[in-house]
């Protein structure tokens, strides 16, 4: 009988789906029969605390980004708010349970903490005897993760899975695969035939800037500034969901060559193309810019978790970080006036990549669903 394999994520066009639709892609490779069912289970269990949420989120880390550097992995909070938690897992068993009854899984997969977290209360609750296994898309762990009922953990770095060890979580379920992105990472192609199909210059410097899923950040600053500066680059933007991002640009007129894209579903070519990428450091474009060997210049990282993605990828020396929009143009001119430490920068990004994470995820998965 073919494996049943449940993927749950919150939000659409976040980095947790990206990673959800990675090992479900994976799983499809190794094994065609397999029966997936991807869910973003906060919406599916609270449709319109989904919505509440998300936007008092953006509001908070847009306007008062100190307020969230407070609230994330603050364990006062973490300590007032297991109640909270507890009460919302509950209010989700009913709906919980008749998924799981359909369903029937195999094994569940948990690309966030807030459907970990509910299956593991709900396997307690009820002493469900199913694999569940937390995929972590970020350097740092918050609390948020620490559940006794989580059979497997998925972390990035041993410097992560010693985070999880040191709240309590044994060592014997942390398996060190990384962040997962698309196994079309593991593909590499020449880069001047990638810029040939794209239009691109072979010798000038090309840049990729990015704000994630939902092209958030300083976009329209740094293009700004980088079309007036004297640096000879050629630039690619990919606006993700923001529509009024890519409407913008397009409207442009600009001096120098760039190109915008609004959803791309071929990132890993346009990482392949670029000599540096500008963005903010959320997991999956970090992953993915290291299995690309692709130098990062991180502006306006958020509070908790890309600020400690920002601190990681400092400290392994594959990044810089403008403190303001007006630093990129010179920091990026030192990064590029510098050749060996650029090619430095990127050879190290691929000694830390580990671009088959979802393969090795997926296999996995596959072997606890046959227990």
């Known amino acids: 009988m073919a494996p049943k394999v449940l993927l749950l994520y919150i939000s659409e066009h976040s980095g947790h789906h990206c990673a959800s639709l990675a090992i479900e892609k994976a799983l499809k490779e190794i094994n065609p029969a397999v029966e997936t069912i991807n869910i973003n289970s ?13 936007k008092a989120y953006m509001g908070v880390v847009k306007r008062t980004p100190e307020i969230w550097d407070y609230l994330y992995d603050n364990p006062k909070v973490v300590k007032r708010t297991q ?5 919302i897992h509950r209010f989700n068993t009913s709906k919980l349970k008749a998924l799981l009854e359909e369903s029937r899984p195999d094994a569940i997969v948990c690309t966030q903490a807030f459907p970990c977290g509910m299956i593991a209360d709900y396997k307690r609750t009820f002493n469900l005897d199913i694999a569940l296994i937390g995929v972590l898309t970020d350097y740092a762990p918050h609390s948020y993760w620490v559940y006794n009922n989580v059979d497997r953990y998925i972390v990035p770095s041993a410097e992560t899975g010693k985070k999880l060890v040191d709240n309590g979580i044994d060592q014997s379920k942390i398996s060190e695969f990384g962040i997962p992105i698309d196994p079309k990472f593991m593909i590499q192609r020449d880069r001047r035939d990638i810029r040939a199909e794209l239009g691109l210059s072979a010798d000038k410097h090309c840049l990729l800037i990015m704000g994630g899923t939902q092209g958030l950040g300083p976009i329209k600053s740094v293009v700004r500034l980088l079309d007036g500066s004297p640096l000879e680059v050629e630039m690619m933007i990919a606006t993700g969901t923001n529509n009024s991002l890519f ?15 609004p959803y791309a579903d071929n990132v890993e070519e346009l990482m392949q193309a670029a000599n540096v990428i500008i963005t903010k450091p959320g997991g999956i474009t970090t992953a993915e810019a290291l299995a690309s060997g692709l130098p990062m210049l991180i502006v306006n990282p958020l509070p908790g978790q890309e600020a400690m993605n920002t601190k990681f990828l400092l ?47 997926a296999h996995l998965v596959l072997e606890l669903a046959k227990k």
Do not use: H
Not at 42 to 54: A, D, G, R
Not at 83 to 87: A, D, F, I, P, W
Not at 316 to 342: F, I, R, S, W
């Open 42 to 54: 906060f919406n599916y269990t609270n449709p319109i605390l989904e919505k509440v949420i998300n």
């Open 83 to 87: 109640k909270l938690r507890e009460l």
């Open 247 to 261: 409407e913008w640009l397009s409207s442009r007129r600009f001096r120098k060559k760039v190109l915008v894209f």
């Open 315 to 361: 400290k392994e020396g594959v990044a810089v970080k403008a403190d303001t929009p007006q630093d990129v143009p010179v920091l990026l001119g030192e990064l590029l006036y510098n050749k060996d430490k650029l090619k430095a920068m990127g050879e190290k990004g691929r000694l830390l990549s580990k671009p088959d994470s979802a393969v090795k995820i």
